[in-house]
C-alpha cells in the first residue's frame, strides 16, 4: 500500500483547507485509515481517524467540531476537512492505513504541510 498526501499550504487563522489522501494497493482490504499531525519540537499526534468501512470516526480533542475525516471508497482517498483553522493547528499532517487496526498503523505516507498565521 502507499499513500500520498496533497492540499497543505499556507492559510490565515479561522480559514479552511481540505487535505487529500490517495492510497494505492490492496485497498480493499484496508480496515482504518487516519490522520496524524506532528507540530515543531512536538510528537506525532493523532488527528482523526475511522474505519474504512466508515462505521465509526474517532477524533481528537482539539480536531472535535472543526475537523471532518471521510474517504471515497471508488477514489480510493481519505479527506480531512479542516475549518477553523489555529495558529497551534500548525504541523506536518500525514495520512495512515492499517489492514487489522483502527488505532495503529503500519502504513503511512509523505506528511503535507500545514501552516496557519495568525
Known amino acids: 500500500v502507499q499513500l500520498q498526501a496533497s492540499g497543505g499550504g499556507l492559510v490565515q487563522a479561522g480559514g479552511s483547507l481540505r487535505l487529500s489522501c490517495a492510497v494505492s494497493?490492496?485497498?480493499?482490504?484496508?480496515?482504518?485509515v487516519g490522520w496524524f499531525r506532528q507540530a515543531p519540537g512536538k510528537e506525532r499526534e493523532s488527528v482523526a481517524r475511522?474505519?474504512?468501512?466508515?462505521?465509526?470516526?474517532f477524533y481528537a480533542d482539539s480536531a472535535k467540531g472543526r475537523f471532518t475525516i471521510s474517504r471515497d471508497i471508488a477514489k480510493s482517498t481519505v479527506y480531512l476537512q479542516m475549518n477553523s483553522l489555529k495558529p497551534e493547528d500548525t504541523a506536518v499532517y500525514y495520512c495512515?492505513?492499517?489492514?487489522?487496526?483502527?488505532?495503529?498503523?503500519?502504513?503511512w505516507g509523505p506528511g503535507t504541510l500545514v501552516t496557519v498565521s495568525s
Open positions: 495512515a492505513a492499517d489492514f487489522s487496526r483502527v488505532s495503529e498503523y503500519d502504513y
Open positions: 494497493g490492496r485497498t480493499f482490504s484496508l480496515y482504518g
Open positions: 475511522m474505519y474504512w468501512s466508515g462505521r465509526a470516526t
